[in-house]
């Protein structure tokens, strides 16, 4: 298997980017056991710095953070009419940097916990896991207008939580690129190519420069400012994470003030009904 970027032709003349890395060999109970190729020592010893610096934050960062969190709320309550606007507004600025913080941690942590995860193959209705994510969001953001399009027959086969995470970033991606539309559309569809089936999320939200793409799968890099639209550069490094981990790709295309589609495939153990080949 390649390991690197790739580009093809796209939808509207528009490049499309490919990101494959090297996959690891999994035992009985889904978990990595060896890496293949010459890598395998360079993987193997990257994966481990990865689960030691999630601990390190875990333990070592959490505490230093709940201080400056703690202590900059006890300013703002017991000393808070003796600042004027200004010192309120650097006290705020600084609790809202430390709740950042804690954010990101908690996505290394959950980065770091998918490369562990076992991988428990079902048949799993797509479908389903968008609707569960969209009722959230519905409930907790009544004001929206958006349309929701589900492809019928968006079966898979794949790990039922793994795959709740990766469609739950996604839809929540769309949701929140779409936030400035006044009627927004997003889409869960299935395609075929080359034999290969294909799902994908699609939004007619923000899009995104293509000459930007190889930055979309990275942790912590983002397209958009903060103060566009809110986030921690994570929730698609997870995707990224667990659409490997299922044997398969990812890529986007998108088109700035028109929208983005993302694309996946699965294993190719899985057929169109989402049950495994002889």
Request: aromatic share 6%; glycine share 12%; charged share 25%.
């Amino acid at each position: 298997m390649n390991d690197g970027n790739k580009t093809r032709g796209g939808r509207h003349g528009a490049r499309c980017f490919f990101n494959s890395r090297a996959l690891g060999v999994r035992n009985a109970q889904g978990h990595v056991a060896e890496w293949p190729g010459a890598r395998a020592a360079e993987l193997t010893t990257a994966n481990r710095e990865i689960e030691a610096l999630a601990s390190s934050l875990s333990h070592d960062l959490r505490a230093p953070l709940r201080a400056i969190d703690g202590y900059s709320q006890a300013l703002l309550e017991d000393y808070g009419d003796h600042l004027d606007a200004r010192g309120r507004g650097y006290l705020e600025r600084v609790r809202a940097a430390a709740e950042h913080m804690g954010r990101l941690i908690d996505g290394m942590l959950r980065l770091s916990q998918l490369t562990r995860a076992a991988i428990h193959r079902q048949s799993v209705d797509l479908g389903r896991l968008v609707r569960n994510t969209i009722d959230e969001l519905r409930h907790s953001d009544p004001e929206r207008n958006v349309d929701i399009e589900i492809a019928p027959g968006a079966v898979a086969l794949g790990d039922q939580g793994l795959l709740q995470v990766a469609l739950d970033n996604l839809i929540r991606n769309a949701w929140k690129f779409t936030s400035r539309r006044e009627h927004a559309r997003i889409e869960l569809g299935v395609t075929e190519e080359n034999g290969e089936r294909v799902y994908y999320v699609r939004d007619d939200g923000a899009g995104f420069d293509m000459a930007h793409a190889g930055k979309l799968f990275e942790a912590f890099q983002r397209l958009h400012g903060t103060t566009e639209f809110p986030g921690t550069g994570i929730g698609l490094a997870i995707v990224h994470r667990v659409i490997l981990s299922h044997g398969g790709r990812i890529w986007a295309e998108g088109i700035v003030g028109e929208g983005a589609t993302f694309f996946f495939t699965l294993s190719s153990a899985a057929d169109e009904s989402g049950e495994e080949r002889a």
